[in-house]
């Protein structure tokens, strides 16, 4: 069963805007990462945050951690044309496993 | 360092044939998973093997598929017969042990059941 699901489904925005997309889950969590996947690619590893961190930064990415609402946000400033791709939350549980949602879809219109 | 491999890249075959995927980790990484990824939905695990061994298949249909890590290196993803919601894509992933840095994802096998 898929523990993560992104909000939104998808998001369409103007290069150089902020994309933000949250992400909520049901169990406690060990850590909690994001992945990004360009259209009939593998994903990648963008960012990871552990249960004990509030906040995170990576580039142009900041990534914070609710742990008592089991939220996460993603945001993306000044975005670019070739963040155009599908974000994904994952889970992991302490298990050696990752659960992911289905994902938001990023447009970046130019 | 080289990424994780997959191969084939696509692949095509009418329903209750056989297929096969194969996968190639990152040098070193003990930790391979393999995941299915519906058109539209997030991956899914099938099946976590730690060196040689399985850790955790019970997402796996084990009336159809099967896989196979040998020498803990290599893995091989099988499918038999195939049904038509097998069509996927199916990720490829390793890591060194928990999965702390975050897991490598190979390109993956985009499968069609016809």
């Known amino acids: 069963s898929q523990q993560g699901e992104e909000d939104p489904q998808a998001l369409s925005i103007q290069e150089g805007e902020n994309a933000t997309m949250n992400c909520s889950y049901k169990?406690?969590?060990?850590?909690l990462q994001w992945y990004r996947q360009n259209s009939g690619r593998g994903l990648v590893h963008l960012i990871l945050?552990?249960?004990?961190?509030r906040e995170k930064h990576s580039g142009r990415l900041r990534v914070t951690l609710d742990t008592s609402k089991k939220s996460s946000s993603l945001l993306i400033t000044a975005s670019r044309a070739a963040d155009t791709a599908s974000y994904f939350c994952?889970?992991?549980?302490?298990?050696?496993?990752?659960?992911f949602g289905a994902g938001t879809t990023v447009t970046v219109r130019a | 360092e080289a990424g994780v491999a997959q191969s084939p890249r696509y692949k095509i075959i009418e329903k209750r044939q056989s297929v096969a995927f194969w996968c190639n980790p990152i040098?070193?990484?003990?930790?391979l998973y393999w995941y299915q990824q519906i058109l539209g939905q997030g991956p899914k695990l099938l099946i976590q093997?730690?060196?040689?061994?399985?850790?955790?298949d019970s997402q796996l249909p084990k009336d159809r598929f099967s896989a196979e890590r040998l020498k803990g290196v290599d893995s091989t993803l099988k499918i038999q017969p195939a049904k038509l919601e097998d069509s996927a894509v199916y990720l490829c992933?390793?890591?060194?042990?928990?999965?702390?840095?975050?897991?490598?994802f190979g390109s993956g096998t985009r499968l069609t059941v016809v």
């Open positions: 992933a390793s890591s060194l042990g928990p999965p702390t840095e975050g897991y490598t």
């Open positions: 169990t406690s969590i060990n850590n």
């Open positions: 945050i552990r249960s004990n961190e």
């Open positions: 994952a889970t992991d549980r302490n298990d050696y496993k990752l659960s």
């Open positions: 040098s070193g990484h003990a930790t």
């Open positions: 093997f730690q060196n040689n061994g399985v850790v955790d």
